[in-house]
Nanobody
Framework: QLSVVESGGGSVQPGESLRLSCTTA????????IGWFRQAPGKERQGVAC????????YYTDSVKGRFTISRDDAKNTVWLQMDSLSPEDTAIYYC????????????????????WGQGTQVTVSS
């Protein structure tokens, strides 16, 4: 079982915050680029944020820039997704995954470029 494990989801009101975590006991996440994706009912899985190994460069989809922050704590073997100023449009199941390609392959939020998907954690934003 190589899947990562997500946690931290919940139900919040618009404007509130949540912090999601992604971890595994099987292997060091620091060796991989780690991505967060989300999938709302009836919609395709969408890339949200990614952080690279080594330099820790981060990428965000436009709709979350300035509101979400991805970070990693290699000592805890955990990648975090801090989500602030949440809106109902952020409601989805959030998934974590490792990128299957190294830096020689230009980065993109293509789900097929990621693996070891977790079961996801539900985030619901409503008033």
């Amino acid at each position: 079982q190589l899947s990562v494990v997500e946690s931290g989801g919940g139900s919040v009101q618009p404007g509130e915050s949540l912090r999601l975590s992604c971890t595994t006991a099987r292997y060091p996440l620091k060796n991989y680029d780690i991505g967060w994706f989300r999938q709302a009912p009836g919609k395709e899985r969408q890339g949200v944020a990614c952080i690279t190994t080594g330099s820790g460069t981060s990428y965000y989809t436009d709709s979350v820039k300035g509101r979400f922050t991805i970070s990693r704590d290699d000592a805890k073997n955990t990648v975090w997704l801090q989500m602030d100023s949440l809106s109902p449009e952020d409601t989805a199941i959030y998934y974590c995954a490792i990128r299957l390609y190294d830096s020689e392959v230009p980065f993109s939020f293509v789900p097929e470029h990621f693996g070891a998907w977790g079961q996801g954690t539900q985030v619901t934003v409503s008033s």
